[in-house]
């Protein structure tokens, strides 16, 4: 097992351009999530999702947007990138029972530079 | 709303040494607690939880009790080693019916020399 992966590690985007973050799982989690880390803050999150076709907003939503087409996958989107989204960002997933939920898995990042 | 205080870093100690990362915490209800790790360059891992109060958590000599009358889960190790390094987060989960993720402190970053 792969566990969770992310493409791509790294990428530098000028302000303005959009990109797409991937994060893909093969443990057949049905929650998965979407975090940025940010030095001092620890790591806060954007969305997430229940399942496929659904999504909802966490922490910091704004200027994000996320897709669940297939189980596996949980994309990010940036519209129109910002310096204030230079950050690293993490995918996490879970299991959707009460008690196996509490165990996140997450994957190795996703450093973004918005100059 | 939820909110995870931790010690502020980094926290220098020499090989063997006694640790301990400070932990409270802000919320309603009966959370659910845990620690994670990152090592250089990679993803968060799981290191220990503990779900109710007076519970324990352990793994690889790390331990953390849930002490609801003082709100805190410090993490403690009674001889750490180099391999030790990494950054610890404190977060806990408020359980609310759905999926919501974790609230997470800020991280202590942990440097043991030999």
Redesign the interface.
């Known amino acids: 097992n792969a566990g969770?992966t992310q493409t791509p590690k790294f990428r530098v985007l000028k302000t303005g351009q959009s990109m797409t973050l991937l994060c893909a799982q093969d443990m057949n989690h049905e929650?998965m999530?979407w975090?940025r880390q940010d030095p001092?803050?620890?790591?806060?999150?954007i969305h997430?999702?229940?399942g496929e076709g659904t999504t909802?907003k966490?922490?910091v939503p704004d200027g994000y947007n996320v897709s669940r087409l297939k189980k596996q996958n949980f994309l990010l989107g940036l519209e129109s990138a910002a310096p204030s989204q230079t950050s690293v960002y993490?995918c996490?997933s879970?299991y959707?029972a009460?008690?196996m939920?509490?165990?996140?898995y997450?994957?190795?990042?996703t450093r973004l530079l918005v100059l | 709303g939820d909110s995870v205080t931790q010690m502020e870093g980094p926290v220098t100690l020499s090989e063997e040494a006694f640790l301990t990362i400070n932990c409270t915490y802000t919320a309603t209800g009966y959370p659910s607690l845990f620690w994670y790790v990152q090592y250089p360059g990679e993803g968060l891992q799981l290191l220990l939880k503990a779900t109710k109060a007076d519970d324990k958590g352990s793994n690889k000599g790390f331990e953390a009790t849930y002490r609801k009358e003082t709100t805190s889960f410090h993490l403690e190790k009674g001889s750490v080693q180099v391999s030790d390094s990494a950054v610890y987060f404190c977060a806990l989960r408020r359980d609310k019916g759905g999926a919501d993720g974790l609230t997470f402190g800020k991280g202590t970053h942990l440097i043991i020399q030999p």
């Open positions: 969770v929650y999530y975090y001092g803050m620890g790591l806060r999150l997430y999702s229940v909802a966490g922490e993490f996490a879970s959707s009460v008690r939920r509490e165990t996140q997450f994957g190795p990042g």
